[in-house]
């Protein structure tokens, strides 16, 4: 069965600080990685994507990837309370054929 | 482009009835995708097509279900008969593999 897994929060953080949100993956032919934001009573949206080691910024957001750890993460900078939702870590195989949602991360941005 | 479109958006019906959900996908995406989403179960993909071809219908939890993509523009997610159980929300995304753009949803509760 292959899994990704997030802890479900919710995570709290203060407004301006910085929000880590991780996610593990249990397919070691997992070759990209998408975070998605949902907000409560909305469909999910596609913030980031990730495909190679490292780290990937856009704007405010920093997607990191390990792939000899199987763990990716997102980094959001100057949390912001609009930044409250659930953020859903997914992945891909290289064969573009098992995409699997993880469970999601609630994210509190406190004012 | 208008997005990814369903109807109904909110859909109720009784046990044992038929329910028929629609789809419209981005035009010029290869792949749609019919996902269920509970407070229990999470974001749960039931079905994907690319270029119109059923994928993975693994996800499809019983014979009381059934999807169909007879073009490019349209797919149809049918329950029958429904039950209880079968409450959620339904979305439908489409995209490029991972890339996905996710639909409005459609809220249906089986009383």
């Known amino acids: 069965q292959k899994e990704v897994e997030q802890n479900s929060g919710p995570l709290s953080v203060p407004e301006g600080a910085i929000a880590s949100l991780n996610c593990t993956y249990s397919?070691?032919?997992?070759?990209?990685f998408f975070w998605y934001r949902q907000y409560s009573g909305k469909s999910p949206e596609l913030i980031m994507f990730?495909?190679?080691?490292g780290d990937k910024e856009d704007g405010r957001f920093t997607a990191q990837l390990n792939k000899a750890s199987q763990y990716v993460s997102l980094l959001i900078r100057d949390s912001q309370p609009s930044d409250s939702a659930t953020y859903l870590c997914?992945?891909?195989?290289?064969?573009?054929?098992?995409?699997?949602f993880g469970p999601g991360t609630r994210l509190s941005v406190l004012p | 482009d208008a997005g990814v479109i369903q109807s109904p958006r909110h859909e109720v019906t009784e046990m044992g009835q038929e329910v028929t959900l629609r789809c419209k996908p981005i035009?010029?995406?290869?792949?749609l995708f019919w996902y269920r989403q509970t407070m229990m179960r999470g974001l749960e993909l039931l079905i994907y097509?690319?270029?119109?071809?059923?994928?993975?219908d693994s996800g499809m939890p019983e014979d009381r279900f059934s999807a169909k993509m007879p073009n490019a523009s349209f797919s149809t997610l049918k329950i029958q008969p429904s039950e209880p159980r079968d409450s959620a929300v339904y979305f439908c995304?489409?995209?490029?593999?991972?890339?996905?753009?996710f639909g409005p949803g459609t809220r249906l509760t089986v009383t």
């Open positions: 990730i495909y190679s080691n």
């Open positions: 997914a992945s891909l195989d290289n064969y573009g054929q098992n995409f699997v």
């Open positions: 397919d070691r032919g997992s070759q990209s």
């Open positions: 995304a489409s995209g490029q593999s991972g890339e996905q753009y």
């Open positions: 097509f690319n270029n119109n071809v059923p994928i993975d």
């Open positions: 035009s010029g995406h290869d792949y």
